[in-house]
């Protein structure tokens, strides 16, 4: 998430609990404790929302470094035969 994304957030989450402090001040308490039940779940479903994405990014980080290990050992597999290819022909011409 972006500064400007976390900034708004907060702003949004102020706004919220500043009306529920203006519900409760009026003595509209049921409604505050509606608004605050409302905030907590939302506040929930982004939670797992965020732990969704965060699982999902460390499994294609995953596979990522293991396709990178893969790729590693073939270059080095190549790049020797590559020498050995050219030690044969050195030692073929001589």
């Given at each position: 998430m972006d500064c400007e994304k976390v900034i708004a957030a907060v702003k949004d989450m102020e706004l919220q609990l500043l009306g529920v402090v203006h519900k409760i001040s009026n003595g509209k308490t049921q409604e505050a404790t509606v608004v605050l039940e409302k905030i907590a779940r939302k506040t929930k479903c982004d939670?797992?929302?965020?732990?969704?994405?965060?699982?999902?990014?460390m499994e294609q980080l995953q596979s990522l470094t293991e396709e990178n290990k893969m790729l590693k050992e073939k270059l080095k597999y190549t790049e020797t035969n590559k020498i050995k290819s050219i030690a044969r022909k050195w030692s073929s011409s001589s």
């Open positions: 939670a797992l929302t965020l732990e969704f994405r965060n699982k999902k990014h």
